[in-house]
């Protein structure tokens, strides 16, 4: 019998999956281990936690891997991507395979079929794979230079807007759900708090500015409705390429999503769909999210 090992490293938590030929065995969540989120020493210890978890539950050894598959954003950073190899290296046996975590939900959605995949959480990336199997990505590059539609991106742009509206004269709903989130008892401990270095978790807003957005705030629901539509481009853009390598210049492949956002923000997920059909009406997108850790595990399991 062989043994694999599936890793979901994101910006936030990191998950877990140990399986064999046919099933899956046992499944842990840890934080997340990618560093620039965090140091090596909490990477190291979160990691530990999670190997170590999933052999308690199994009595199953590391040394008994015969592949790994580790889907993370920002794979393509050396400081990310060189330590993630040693430390796995080190803990893990077998074979290790480091892929993005946009791929490996694009193959939860379609395995080694063509597709594009959108991916929105703390941060976000699109990628596409044509029936020739090429694959092709737009964004994903980090949340000072994309992040398009991401948890990051929402908790920025609400904090810009709301200020904007103050400078306007205009009255919000994302002030006082700021200032009662953050315990806050002034527009000045705000302004204080979210200019620090190092810089809060704005990712953590997405679910406030949607609840803003739902009490009918138009500042908020803009807010949303842009993010939406600056993925929704990046979206196309995969589209285009996909199209203009493929043999039929009609071909349209679907869309599936992955991420927190894209599963609890239907506001901008909406806005996504709708501004894509603008260019290609004919666009089918799939209901639901993927769970990319799946595509990690039918990597492991055929080494690629």
């Given amino acids: ?18 399986a064999d030929d046919t099933r899956e065995i046992a499944r842990v969540s840890t934080g997340t281990i990618k560093l620039m989120r965090i140091d090596a020493t909490s ?11 999933l052999t308690f539950k199994t009595g199953i050894s590391m040394a008994s891997i015969d ?21 796995i290296g080190a803990r893990v ?25 959108v991916l929105a959480g703390t941060g976000s990336n699109v990628a596409g794979r044509n029936s020739a199997g090429q694959v092709t990505t737009a964004g994903g590059w980090g949340p000072a230079l994309a992040d398009q539609g991401s948890g990051h991106k929402i908790g920025v742009e609400a904090l810009r807007a709301l200020f904007l509206a103050k400078d306007e004269g205009r009255s919000t709903l994302l002030l006082p759900a ?15 708090y979210a200019n620090r270095l190092p810089a809060p978790d704005f990712s953590r ?9 739902q009490q009918g705030d138009a500042i908020a629901q803009s807010v949303l409705r842009r993010e939406g539509e600056d993925l929704a481009y990046l979206v196309r ?11 039929d210049a009609s071909w349209l492949p679907p869309i599936a999503f992955a991420g927190s956002v894209l599963d609890k923000i239907a506001p901008l997920r909406q806005a996504l769909i709708e501004a894509v059909k603008v260019e290609f ?4 997108a799939i209901d639901g999210v993927v769970d990319p850790i799946a595509g990690a595990l039918w990597r492991a399991r055929n080494g690629l």
């Fill in 43 to 53: 990477a190291a210890s979160n990691l530990d936690h999670a190997l170590a978890e």
């Fill in 178 to 192: 700021l200032l009662d989130l953050w315990q806050f008892d002034s527009v000045d401990q705000i302004v204080e």
């Fill in 93 to 117: 046996a077998g074979k290790l395979i480091l892929l993005a975590d946009v791929e490996i939900a694009l193959d939860a959605a379609f395995p080694g079929q063509p597709g594009v995949l």
């Fill in 205 to 213: 807003l997405p679910e406030l500015v949607l609840r803003c957005a």
């Fill in 281 to 284: 009406p004919g666009i089918q």
């Fill in 237 to 247: 853009l995969v589209i285009r390429r996909l199209r203009d390598a493929s043999a």
């Fill in 1 to 18: 019998m062989s043994f694999f090992l599936a890793l979901d490293a994101g910006g936030t938590k990191t998950d877990c999956l140990l």
């Fill in 67 to 87: 592949c790994t598959c580790v889907g993370a954003a920002g794979e393509s950073i050396p400081l990310v991507a060189d330590w993630l190899r040693a430390a």
